[in-house]
């Protein structure tokens, strides 16, 4: 799965810059734009796998879906993409037309993946009967 990958780097990357930090992990939030075709189950999955034995072991995988949002130099429309929809199957996929005119659009958002923040946790002065 290409979830793994992009798991793996995300953690090799991430830990080096809590390195600094001290505290206890207790959620990762990442921005995942709606372009991103990656499974937010398979992206959890991978997380929970890959951080065990690290210091994000038992961390929480926070996942935001970020809209796509287009402009249209054409007809100076900006805003959300409009959706192809197939109820069938239970998707919904972004149109890169402009829903006004038609015409070719620049995608400004959708696109991300980063983690934008990271929770942490003074163990010391924790209460040991919160869960």
């Known amino acids: 799965m290409h979830e793994y990958s992009v798991v793996?780097?995300?953690?090799?990357?991430?830990l080096p810059a809590l390195a600094d930090h001290p505290g206890r992990v207790t959620r990762v939030f990442l921005k995942k734009g709606e372009l991103r075709i990656l499974s937010d189950r398979a992206l959890m999955n991978a997380f929970e796998i890959l951080a065990r034995g690290t210091r994000l072991e038992a961390a929480a995988?926070?996942?935001?879906?970020?809209?796509?949002?287009?402009?249209c130099t054409a007809c100076g429309y900006a805003g959300g993409a409009g959706h192809l929809e197939d109820a069938d199957r239970h998707f919904a996929v972004p149109i890169l037309a402009c829903p006004t005119c038609g015409a070719e659009v620049e995608v400004e958002a959708g696109r991300e993946l980063f983690?934008?923040?990271?929770?942490?946790?003074?163990?010391?002065?924790e209460d040991p009967r919160e869960p």
């Open 115 to 125: 983690v934008d923040r990271v929770s942490l946790t003074d163990d010391a002065n």
């Open 61 to 71: 995988l926070e996942i935001e879906a970020v809209p796509v949002r287009v402009a």
């Open 8 to 14: 793996d780097e995300l953690i090799a990357q991430l």
